[in-house]
């Protein structure tokens, strides 16, 4: 009789995990093995990058801005890395960078921003790692802002954000 209770209960247990697995999935995650992002907050005046999970920080990286950061990207060419909201679409594994994943930039209020002054708003803003034919030595790439507007990574850190994100998780770029 105890051993059909157990049973029961067991069952009953299990057929409850779904309506809790996020918050199961966390606590019995294997030690060293981290969750995906569901949020990636880039400040750009400390040269910072975010992944959160749950609203918990799960890394944080250094990263390389565009050639003149400061300030809203406005137009194409202009070296800047956009500020606001958006999200994480294609990726690139065969990119003249070591890896690449898509900013969903520009978004309408960009594309509007830059109408009104009659410019173009530019685009093809990527999270990468380093380039594959580099021109100058890794530290320049890694202590300096260098990109066209982009966020670059170390390629080691590239790779955890690679293996940490997937196309549609928001990213917010903020001053």
Not at 77 to 102: C, H, K, Q, W
Not at 109 to 122: E, F, I, M
Request: proline residues 7%; charged residues 20%.
């Amino acid at each position: 009789m105890a051993h059909l209770l157990f049973k029961s209960v067991f069952l009953a247990a299990l057929l409850a995990l779904p309506v809790f697995a996020d918050s199961i999935a966390e606590r019995i995650a294997p030690a060293g093995v981290l969750l995906p992002a569901d949020r990636v907050i880039v400040h750009k005046s400390e040269h910072r990058m975010e992944l959160l999970r749950a609203g918990r920080a799960i890394a944080n990286y250094r990263v390389s801005l565009g050639l003149d950061p400061s300030g809203q990207k406005q137009r194409e060419g202009d070296f800047r890395t956009p500020e606001g909201s958006y999200r994480l679409t294609r990726r690139n594994a065969r990119s003249e960078f070591f890896l690449s994943v898509l900013v969903s930039y520009p978004e309408a209020t960009d594309v509007a921003l830059a109408r009104r002054n009659g410019w173009s708003p530019g685009g093809l803003i990527m999270v990468h790692g380093l380039p594959n034919l580099p021109k100058y030595p890794r530290d320049r790439y890694l202590n300096t802002d260098w990109t066209d507007g982009c966020i670059a990574l170390s390629n080691e850190d590239m790779l955890d954000f690679w293996l940490l994100t997937g196309s549609g998780t928001p990213i917010e770029i903020q001053p």
